[in-house]
């Protein structure tokens, strides 16, 4: 099994900025995959971004809501993903998650594990 461990949470002012970690531990080998999904009270888990990979070429996709503004990253020698949150809004308020797996995707059920996630305040 792997383990997930969010961290970079907070409160910031619209505008402001945050960088979320994740880190992995454990069976990670068949990782292929890892992503960020956010929620809200009421709402389904949103996918926000996720990166994949095979060898040396990675692949990066994004929710039309965070294009332009958030970066998802990844150091394999520190078997950590980061989400670099840019001029953050209103809307983008949530406890962000991360996720892995053999696939990834946009789907939440295409991921293996998940962490226990990350509180994101915005201040208007």
């Known amino acids: 099994q792997a383990q997930l461990v969010e961290s970079g949470g907070g409160l910031v002012q619209a505008g402001g900025s945050l960088r979320l970690s994740c880190a992995a531990s454990g069976r990670t080998s068949s990782t292929n995959a890892m992503g960020w999904f956010r929620q809200t009270p009421g709402k389904e888990r949103e996918f926000v971004a996720a990166?994949?990979?095979?060898?040396?070429?990675?692949?990066?996709s994004y929710a039309d809501s965070v294009k332009g503004r958030f970066t998802i990253s990844i150091d394999k020698a520190r078997n950590t993903m980061f989400l670099q949150m840019n001029n953050l809004k209103p809307e983008d308020p949530a406890v962000y998650y991360c996720?892995?797996?053999?696939?990834?995707?946009?789907?939440?059920?295409?991921?293996?594990?998940w962490g226990k996630g990350t509180q994101v305040t915005v201040s208007s």
């Open positions: 996720a892995a797996g053999p696939r990834g995707g946009y789907r939440a059920p295409a991921y293996e594990y």
């Open positions: 990166l994949r990979w095979s060898g040396a070429v990675s692949y990066s």
